[in-house]
């Protein structure tokens, strides 16, 4: 497995702000995704996040809005941008595992940053 | 657009009843994660299943594969309260790379 983290943990943002998330992994890995989850709920894929080239965002979701970049195999950044209080949720980075017998597109996840807009 | 039911959403229990979460979708998976996430922190792995049919168990847990690959279950025998959290369930199917994963079930196990 692979141990993530992302920072900040949480942050609270007014309106019209931006905020970047990083998310680090301590071994280079080829897929990382970035999640949105509201408390209690469900995971919402925003994008793929692809070393070298754009992001492939999910329907529902920009790259104007949610700009990502992918410099190398094990980091990557979420931006949140133009903020509004409905973009308050909980964004997680994940990675799919190194691979080897047995693997199947399992993902391992980062602590998650809680956002707050007011 | 692959949908993943799972149920139930919540479910509130003493501590020592069983309980059993199920996961269904209309199509196929290549294979079937089980997800437990606790407050503040993100989902971590408990368990896949590939094989049609298969059983796996986690001390507790057990998790079942139905023969047609399409649904899912995970039962948890005398509940305790370090259960609590959020449980998912995610489906891979084959040709695509993500994940599609369920509403979630909320287990809350009271003392």
């Known amino acids: 497995s692979a141990v993530i983290s992302q920072k900040p943990s949480r942050d609270i943002c007014q309106r019209g702000t931006s905020l970047t998330i990083q998310c680090q992994v301590d071994?280079?890995?080829?897929?990382m995704f970035w999640y949105r989850q509201q408390p209690g709920q469900s995971l919402t894929l925003i994008a793929t996040?692809?070393?070298?080239?754009?992001?492939?965002?999910e329907s529902g979701f920009v790259i104007d809005k949610f700009p990502i970049s992918r410099p190398n195999l094990t980091f990557s950044t979420l931006t949140v941008s133009n903020m509004s209080p409905e973009d308050s949720s909980i964004y997680l980075c994940?990675?799919?595992?190194?691979?080897?017998?047995?693997?199947?597109?399992?993902?391992?996840f980062g602590p998650g940053t809680r956002l707050t807009v007011l | 657009t692959q949908l993943l039911e799972q149920s139930p959403q919540f479910l509130s229990i003493q501590e020592g009843e069983n309980l059993t979460v199920y996961c269904n979708s209309s199509?196929?998976?290549?294979?079937l994660q089980w997800y437990r996430q606790e407050p503040g922190e993100g989902p971590v792995l408990l368990v896949t299943?590939?094989?049609?049919?298969e059983v796996k168990k986690l001390k507790r847990l057990t998790f079942q594969f139905g023969d047609a690959r399409k649904d899912s279950s995970l039962h948890i025998t005398a509940a305790q309260p370090g259960d609590t959290g959020l449980y998912l369930c995610?489906?891979?199917?084959?040709?695509?790379?993500?994940?599609?994963f369920g509403k979630g079930t909320m287990l809350l196990v009271s003392p």
């Open positions: 199509s196929v998976f290549s294979s």
């Open positions: 071994s280079q890995v080829t897929m």
């Open positions: 995610a489906g891979a199917y084959s040709g695509y790379s993500t994940l599609t």
């Open positions: 299943v590939v094989t049609g049919g």
């Open positions: 994940s990675v799919v595992g190194s691979g080897g017998a047995g693997s199947y597109n399992e993902q391992f």
């Open positions: 996040a692809n070393q070298g080239s754009e992001a492939t965002y």
